[in-house]
C-alpha cells in the first residue's frame, strides 16, 4: 500500500505510539498499532484488518493519532495489554511486525523512557517534599535556599547525562522557579524585619570600626587592633543585616584588616607578612571545611530519605531507580570526606606553620632589641668617655712637662762640663717644675678609674632599662649586663696599668732629679 515512507519518518521520530504492518497468527495481514503508557509500564497493543485501513485510515493514523490527537479511527478486532518488558519481546508471539528493527527500537527506547519517568518522579516528590520544609519553615533561611539550589543542580546534571528528559525537565524546573519565588517573597519579607534592627548594628559596628580606624592610622598596637577587629568580625558574622548594611559593614572590615596588615607588614618587615599571610589562609580554611560539613550533611539527610523512601517502595523497578540514587549519594559522600580530610590535614599543617612562624618573629623580635640595647649602650658608652678626655689646659701641660724633660736633658749636659752653678740650679728648678706639673699624673689615673667607673654605671643602667621594656627583653637585658661586666673588667686593666705607668714615671723623674741635685752639689 506504498507505506514505506511513513515507515521511514516513525523510524527517525519515535513516540509512545508507533503503528507497523504485521501478520496475525492466520497469516493475515493487519495493522498493528502500539501505544506505550508511561506510569503504568502498560503497552496497549491492537490490531485492525488491512481491509478496513484505507488510505484515509492510515493517514489519520501516522498524522493524528501518533502525535496523540483526536481521530475518527475504525474499531479494532483485538486488544491486548502486556507490562512493558527487557527480557521479553514487545509484541505476543501471534503477532508478527514486517519492520522487526522498529519494534526492537521502540522496546528499547521505551524501557529507558519508563526508567526516565520513574527518576522523574523521585525528584518531584523530593521536590515537593522540599516545598513542604520551606511551608514549615515560615521564615526564609539560607540552608533552604541552599537545599533548593543543590536540588536543581542535581536535576541539571540528570539532563545533562541526558538522563532526564526534556519535557520531564522542564516541567521539574517550572515548579522549581515557583520555589524559588517563595523563596525570595520570604527573605524581601526577612529583610523588611530586620531593616531596623540592622540600622542599629550598623551605628554600634560603624564605632567599633571608627576606633580600630583611628588607631591603625596612629600605627599603635596594631597586634591589639589586629585582635580586636578578629573580635569585630566574629560579632558581625553572628548579627542578622540587610544585604546592603551587611556589604558596607563587611567592606570597611575587610578595608581596616587590610591597613593592619600593611602597617603591620612596613613595621615588622617579611616575618609579619608571612604570619599575617597565613593566618588569612587558615581562616579562609577554616570557613571552607564549615561549608564542607554541612554539605555532607545535606547529602545525608538525602541519604536517609532515600533509604526511606526504598523501604516503602512497592515497585521493583523503582527500587532499583533507588537504590541507585543511594549509591550515588554515597559516591558523592565518600569523594566530599576525602576532600575535607585533605583539608583537616591542611588545617593542621597551617597551625604548625603559624606556630613557626611566631616562634620566628620572636627570635627576630629578641634580636632586634639586642642589637638596639647594644647600639644604645655602645652611645652611652661612647658619650661618657668624651667627657672624661684630656682637656685642652691638661694636654698644655703634658706638652710643656715633654718640653722641660727635653730642656733639661740639655741642662745636664752642660753640668758636665762644668757648667756655672746657676744654670744647675735653674735645671734643678726646671725639673722640679716639672715634677710638680707631672706630680698629679697619678690622680689624673685615678680620674680615668672615676670615668671607667661611670661607663660601667651606664651601660647597667641601659641594661635595666632594657630588662623594663618586657618578657621578650629579658635575655637582652642579661645580655648587656654580661657586656657590661667584661668591659668593666677590661676598663679597670686599663686603669690599673695607667696608674702603674704613672707611678713609674714619677718614681723615674725623681730619681732624675735627685741626680742632678747631687751633681750640682759635688760640682760646687
Known amino acids: 500500500m506504498g507505506s514505506e515512507g511513513p515507515y521511514l519518518q516513525s523510524l527517525t521520530d519515535m513516540r509512545n505510539r508507533i503503528a507497523v504492518w504485521g501478520r496475525d497468527a492466520q497469516e493475515k495481514r493487519v495493522l498493528i498499532t502500539i501505544e506505550l503508557q508511561v506510569a503504568d509500564n502498560i503497552v496497549r497493543i491492537q490490531t485492525y484488518p488491512e481491509k478496513i485501513v484505507t488510505d484515509e485510515v492510515y493517514q489519520a493514523f501516522m498524522d493524528k493519532w501518533r502525535k ?79 537545599q533548593a539550589k543543590s536540588f536543581w543542580q542535581k536535576v541539571q546534571g540528570q539532563l545533562q547525562d541526558k538522563t532526564l528528559l526534556r519535557e520531564q525537565g522542564n516541567d521539574i524546573r517550572k515548579q522549581v522557579d515557583k520555589t524559588f519565588a ?72 575587610d578595608a581596616a584588616f587590610k591597613a593592619v596588615k600593611e602597617k603591620r607588614g612596613q613595621k615588622g618587615g617579611g616575618a609579619s607578612n608571612a604570619l599575617g599571610r597565613t593566618e588569612s589562609r587558615l581562616e579562609g580554611l577554616l570557613k571552607a571545611i564549615d561549608r564542607m560539613k554541612s ?57 604548625k606553620k603559624i606556630d613557626q612562624q611566631k616562634k620566628r618573629a620572636e627570635k627576630d623580635a629578641k634580636r632586634a632589641a639586642e642589637k638596639a640595647a647594644a647600639e644604645a649602650a655602645k652611645a652611652k658608652i661612647a658619650a661618657t668617655m668624651a ?22 736633658k740639655k741642662s745636664a749636659a752642660k753640668a758636665k762640663k762644668a757648667a756655672e752653678p746657676q744654670e744647675k740650679d735653674d735645671q734643678i728648678d726646671s725639673m722640679v717644675a716639672f715634677s710638680e706639673i707631672t ?37 637582652a637585658g642579661d645580655f ?29 723623674l725623681e730619681s732624675t732629679v735627685d741626680e742632678l741635685k747631687k751633681s750640682g752639689s759635688e760640682e760646687e
Open 182 to 253: 517563595k523563596l525570595k517573597e520570604m527573605r524581601e519579607s526577612l529583610n523588611a524585619k530586620y531593616k531596623e534592627e540592622s540600622k542599629e548594628q550598623v551605628a554600634k559596628f560603624g564605632e567599633l570600626l571608627e576606633d580600630a580606624e583611628k588607631r591603625i592610622g596612629e600605627g599603635t598596637h596594631l597586634n591589639k587592633v589586629f585582635n580586636d577587629l578578629r573580635d569585630i568580625q566574629r560579632k558581625f558574622h553572628g548579627v542578622k543585616f540587610t544585604k546592603e548594611d551587611r556589604d558596607a559593614i563587611y567592606g570597611r572590615i
Open 439 to 475: 706630680g698629679p699624673q697619678p690622680s689624673m689615673a685615678e680620674k680615668a678609674g672615676d670615668a671607667i667607673a661611670t661607663a660601667i654605671t651606664t651601660v647597667s643602667d641601659a641594661a635595666d632599662e632594657v630588662t623594663r621594656e618586657g618578657g621578650l627583653l629579658d635575655q
Open 68 to 146: 496523540g490527537q483526536e481521530a475518527e479511527l475504525p474499531e479494532p478486532d483485538r486488544v491486548i495489554a502486556r507490562e512493558l518488558s527487557v527480557s521479553e519481546g514487545l509484541l505476543p508471539e501471534d503477532l508478527k511486525a514486517e519492520q522487526t528493527d522498529m519494534i526492537l527500537r521502540a522496546q528499547t527506547e521505551w524501557h529507558f523512557h519508563v526508567l526516565s519517568e520513574k527518576l522523574a518522579q523521585t525528584y518531584k516528590a523530593e521536590l515537593a517534599e522540599l516545598e513542604d520544609r520551606i511551608e514549615r519553615a515560615g521564615e526564609y533561611s539560607s540552608d533552604l535556599w541552599n
Open 295 to 351: 554539605s555532607i550533611g545535606r547529602d545525608e539527610k538525602d541519604l536517609q530519605f532515600e533509604h526511606r523512601r526504598i523501604e516503602r517502595t512497592n515497585g521493583q523497578l523503582e527500587k532499583q531507580i533507588r537504590e541507585a540514587k543511594v549509591v550515588m549519594i554515597e559516591s558523592r559522600i565518600a569523594s566530599k570526606r576525602v576532600k575535607l580530610e585533605d583539608m583537616e590535614k591542611t588545617k593542621v599543617m597551617l597551625e
Open 480 to 508: 648587656i649586663a654580661a657586656a657590661a661586666e667584661t668591659i668593666g673588667e677590661s676598663l679597670e686593666d686599663v686603669a690599673d696599668t695607667a696608674k702603674a705607668v704613672a707611678k713609674v714615671a714619677g718614681d723615674k
Open 387 to 408: 667627657e672624661q678626655q684630656v682637656s685642652p689646659e691638661e694636654q698644655a701641660k703634658l706638652e710643656a712637662a715633654a718640653a722641660a724633660i727635653s730642656e733639661g
